[in-house]
Structures are given as structure tokens and as C-alpha cells.
């Protein structure tokens, strides 16, 4: 089966280069004539699980929410994909509870690193949901970021402790984090991409200027992997894969 990436299923501005990224991911991990498998750990309200099902894949979606769940199930429901998400009510702590032991194509954790308590635990039961040479798609905010946020809304004292905290096991888990356990549960990096080197900088109003929307997509994704500029950025995108047996 060939996975369709449909512009159509594409999640808008600020998430199109991640959706580039997952399309593609996913087309690496199909083969043959079954639909790809997609394990979305705290996928929410589906921002990617309903495009990732329009785009052909079986996707289950594990959240702590129930009103998430809700809605998630709303939107596939509207857009004809209700019976390819599979909604599972856990803590993506007792993932193997939730939904059994390994075997999935590609493994979402987007956004939900950071909100679990046992970074180690909840890291170790995504990892071993991918299957061997499957994909596992990270995405975690950047505390680089956080200090220059704070240091550009004015917050200088709040900057210089965020600066601080960058070195303590209490700090956000960042992309260097992510490569570390990576590296533990035997993910080898394919790609890094910095999310959102701009759109967090540039002002709304300056994109009414005819032009200007299309002008900071380009520049998003021509500075997503150029450093200084993708060390940056607000939130970090890694690609990671499993080697196959
Ligand atoms: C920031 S949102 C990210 C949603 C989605 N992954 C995205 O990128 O749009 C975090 C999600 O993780 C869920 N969540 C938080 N802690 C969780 C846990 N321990 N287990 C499962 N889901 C959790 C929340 O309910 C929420 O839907």
C-alpha cells in the first residue's frame, strides 16, 4: 500500500513542516498492501492522527484525556477516518497496558515528554512500541527557547533562571535529552529540525503584508536544520528509527 499525502489532509501553517516530515516517514514505513500502523502517545484531539488516517494509516491514539478522546473521535468521525483511529483512554506511563507490547510502524510523542513524571519509564514503553525498522517521531519543546522568550518578553530574572536550570535534571526534556534516551533504547537519529525558528519571533500584525505568510513558511523551513538558527528554535522535531533485526 502506498501512503497517500494528500495536500488535502495536511495540518495547516505553523505544522506544515512536521506534517512534511511524518508524511514522508510514514511512506518509508509502508510496504506491501497493509495499512501502516501509528502508535500516537498523547496525540490528544488528533491534530496528526486524522491527517495520518486520511493519509492511510490505522492510527491509535493514546491520551489521559477523555475530552480529548471525545473530540478526536469527532473529528475523524467528520472526516470519513472513524474507523482507522482507535481511541485508548491511558497514561502513556503504563502504554503497554494501553495498548500491548511493540509492533507499531511509526510511534508519535509529540508534546508529551515534558508532561509525564517518569521521563525515563514513559520514554522506555514508547521506544519499545516501535518495531524494528520502525520510525519514532519526537517532538519536545526547546529550553534554549524558554530563556530567550523570557528574556524578549522582559522577564530577565526568570531568563537568567531558566539559564541556569538548563544544566539540572530539573529542566525541561529537551532535544539533548531525547538523544540520550535514544541512544539508550537503541533509536539511531535520522534527522533534527528546529520547529518554529521564527513564527514565535515575528509579530502577527506583520503578516497581513501581501506575501509575508508565504515568506515566513519559506524561511521556517529553510532554517529548520541551518544552525545557529534551528538551536533556537521554539520546539524541536526528531526523527528516530529502529534498526531492523
Ligand atoms: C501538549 S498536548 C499535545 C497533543 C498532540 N500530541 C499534539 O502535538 O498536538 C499533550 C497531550 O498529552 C496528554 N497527556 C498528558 N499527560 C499524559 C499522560 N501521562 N499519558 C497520556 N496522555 C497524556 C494530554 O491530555 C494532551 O492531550
Given at each position: 500500500m502506498q501512503a497517500q499525502t494528500s495536500r488535502d489532509s495536511a495540518p495547516p501553517g505553523r505544522q506544515a513542516l512536521i506534517w512534511q516530515l511524518l508524511s514522508a516517514a510514514l511512506s518509508a514505513v509502508t510496504s506491501g498492501a497493509a495499512a501502516p500502523t501509528v502508535l500516537d502517545c498523547g496525540g490528544g484531539s488528533g491534530s496528526f492522527a486524522v491527517p495520518?488516517?486520511?493519509?492511510?494509516?490505522?492510527?491509535?491514539?493514546?491520551?489521559?484525556?477523555?475530552?480529548?478522546?471525545?473530540?478526536?473521535?469527532?473529528?475523524?468521525?467528520?472526516?470519513?477516518?472513524?474507523?482507522?483511529?482507535?481511541a485508548?483512554?491511558?497514561d502513556?506511563?503504563?502504554l503497554t497496558d494501553a495498548v500491548g507490547s511493540g509492533g507499531f510502524d511509526?510511534?508519535?510523542a509529540h508534546g508529551i515528554l515534558g508532561a509525564v513524571d517518569d521521563l525515563p519509564a514513559a520514554f522506555a514503553a514508547v521506544a519499545a512500541s516501535v518495531r524494528p525498522g520502525g520510525r519514532l517521531s519526537v517532538l519536545v519543546a526547546n529550553?534554549?527557547?524558554?530563556?530567550?522568550?523570557r528574556a524578549l518578553a522582559a522577564d530577565v530574572s526568570a531568563a537568567l533562571a531558566e539559564l541556569r536550570a538548563l544544566?539540572?535534571?530539573?529542566?525541561?526534556?529537551?532535544?539533548?535529552?531525547?538523544?540520550?534516551l535514544c541512544r539508550a533504547h537503541g533509536l539511531l537519529i535520522d534527522q533534527v529540525h528546529g520547529i518554529g525558528v521564527f513564527t514565535e519571533l515575528v509579530p502577527g500584525r506583520a503578516l497581513e503584508q501581501p506575501g509575508a505568510r508565504e515568506a515566513l513558511d519559506a524561511l521556517e523551513f529553510e532554517s529548520a536544520t541551518r544552525s545557529p538558527f534551528c538551536d533556537i528554535a521554539a520546539r524541536v522535531h526528531l526523527?528516530?528509527?529502529r534498526p531492523a533485526g
Open positions: 495520518l488516517a486520511q493519509a492511510g494509516a490505522q492510527v491509535t491514539v493514546v491520551d489521559i484525556s477523555v475530552d480529548a478522546l471525545a473530540t478526536l473521535q469527532r473529528r475523524a468521525d467528520e472526516a470519513g477516518v472513524g474507523g482507522r483511529v482507535h485508548v483512554q491511558g502513556v506511563e503504563a511509526l510511534v508519535l529550553p534554549v527557547a524558554g530563556v530567550l522568550a544544566d539540572t535534571a530539573f529542566a525541561q526534556p529537551g532535544p539533548d535529552a531525547v538523544r540520550a526523527l528516530a528509527r
